[in-house]
């Protein structure tokens, strides 16, 4: 049963959410339009149509979402600022009531003993910003800056550690080279220069928390990347990918410097983006934590038709969830020793800020989300046994929501199910599994794998 993990003590229990997946209320109180909100409109970009107009509608039965947390016995919960809420054109006139929301947010979530874990970008990006060129222009950057001071000046008060953003490699890739997120740009390798930019804020907003003596963390997507053969072309499409993927958004971080881009044609400057000083800007501030995000492991081969120099492929011969995504808990102890090895003493203090699988909605009892979670806790409390220090453990996600171009009933990542005709919440198995988890792991002494 549950307390079978040995983590360390001290290690928080939390649960993540994001804000244009669960508040709703776009039009509200005076916030202006995201590029999601723009994307959402386009005929085709969003399964069924859906958007996240209402969503969870968060926004207002924040009370009850919070009382969700507290009857898991949650140390944490991270959720996301919405940018457009705060600053409805991007930059300039700052809006009360978006700052107020989260004002009231936190103030709640602190009464019920919940520690906030704010994101400041999650991909909701200022539609005025975006008409500007948005994170392939390098202003985007600063004004991500003078915002973050904002919510900091506002907040910090009460919330100690900051996330600055969420998985730029996602939203790069996906928003920028692909098309399949907002802003929905197709520039395949030339979107890169959002990348930069994106580590470029993180900087200029690592410093901007800093100065106000709080800690720092970013959260990134990362994924062990194997090659599907022992070939050496293989190998080396796997490098090229393990570059993309991770190293181009951690190496920058910790190590000031990019990982060697040539094998995917990028030019050393990234189409001209990157500037003198700038990795000292990216690097210096330092990171108090890394975030990881973490939902599968990739497999890549070298590619059979011209184009990108890998080609991604499945995994045979293993489970996969609701999105077909290939579940292989171990692989999260890997990445986490990789983490270490690759490195060492730069590596600071992991928290995992996401990791989760989504159900079909008929499933019951929600088994297959309990025997993930189950499964990737063992092997987060594995790596802590090998000496990786982590601090601590976000699912994804406390609620159903509106899962990005996925819409809102398909993929469904909640520990609560959520009607969204109704608005009803309804604990499902997993709920009841991760309360009685948390529940005995406090009650157990303290273990000798320290804090
Ligand atoms: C300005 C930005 C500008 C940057 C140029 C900053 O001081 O606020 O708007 O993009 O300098 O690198
Ligand atoms: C994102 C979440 C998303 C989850 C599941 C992560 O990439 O940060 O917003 O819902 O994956 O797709």
């Known amino acids: 049963m549950p307390d079978r993990y040995d983590l360390p003590s001290g290690f928080r229990w939390g649960a993540a959410t994001a804000a244009y997946q669960i508040e709703g209320a776009v039009d509200e109180d005076g916030r202006g339009p995201s590029v999601w909100d723009t994307f959402c409109a386009r005929p085709g970009a969003v399964r069924d149509g859906h958007t996240g107009a209402v969503a969870c509608d968060h926004y207002h039965r924040y009370p009850e979402d919070i009382a969700l947390m507290k009857g898991l016995g949650l140390d944490g919960y991270r959720f996301s600022v919405a940018w457009p809420r705060v600053l409805p054109a991007g930059a300039g006139a700052v809006n009360p009531a978006g700052l107020a929301f989260y004002d009231r947010l936190v103030d709640a979530l602190l009464e019920a003993g919940i520690t906030p874990l704010p994101t400041l970008f999650h991909w909701d990006l200022p539609q005025a910003l975006e008409d500007r060129g948005g994170w392939l222009d390098r202003d985007t950057a600063y004004r ?35 098309g399949t997120h907002a802003p929905g740009r197709t520039l395949m390798f030339e979107a890169l220069p959002a990348a930069h930019h994106q580590l470029l804020a993180h900087g200029l907003a690592a410093s ?82 890394l ?20 080609e991604l492929v499945d995994f045979p011969d293993v489970p996969h969830t609701a999105f077909g995504w290939p579940v292989v808990p171990d692989a999260l102890r890997q990445l986490l020793l990789g983490l270490r090895d690759v490195y060492g003493k730069a590596l600071p203090p992991v928290t995992i800020t996401e990791n989760g699988c989504s159900v079909t909605e008929s499933t019951d009892p929600d088994q297959p989300r309990i ?8 092997a987060v409390a594995r790596a802590a046994a090998e000496g990786v220090d982590i601090r601590g453990y976000y699912t994804w996600s406390l609620l159903d929501n509106f899962e990005w171009a996925e819409g809102l009933f398909r993929q469904r990542f909640g520990l609560v199910h959520v009607d969204f005709a109704t608005q009803k919440r309804t604990p499902k198995a997993s709920y009841a599994w991760y309360r009685d988890l948390i529940a005995a792991h406090r009650i157990r002494p303290a273990s000798a794998t320290g804090g």
Do not use: C, Q
């Open 144 to 178: 991500f800056a003078e915002y973050a001071a904002i919510v900091a000046d506002r907040l910090g008060d009460r919330v100690p550690a900051w996330i600055t953003l969420n998985e730029p490699f996602v939203h790069t890739v996906y928003g920028y080279a692909l």
């Open 291 to 310: 975030g990881l995000n973490f939902y599968n492991p990739t497999r890549v081969a070298a590619p059979t038709a011209p184009g990108l120099p890998f």
């Open 371 to 378: 025997d993930y979670l189950s499964a990737h806790l063992d």
């Open 208 to 289: 901007v928390l800093h100065e106000r003596r709080l800690e720092v963390m970013l959260s990134n997507n990362l994924t062990p990347v194997e090659p599907a053969s022992p070939s050496a072309e293989d190998a080396a499409a796997a490098a090229a990918y393990d570059a993309l993927h991770n190293r181009l958004f951690t190496d920058p971080v910790l190590l000031g410097r990019y990982p060697d881009l040539r094998a995917l044609g990028v030019p050393d400057d990234i189409y001209g983006a990157v500037r003198d000083g700038d990795l000292d800007l990216i690097h210096a501030p330092g990171l108090d934590g």
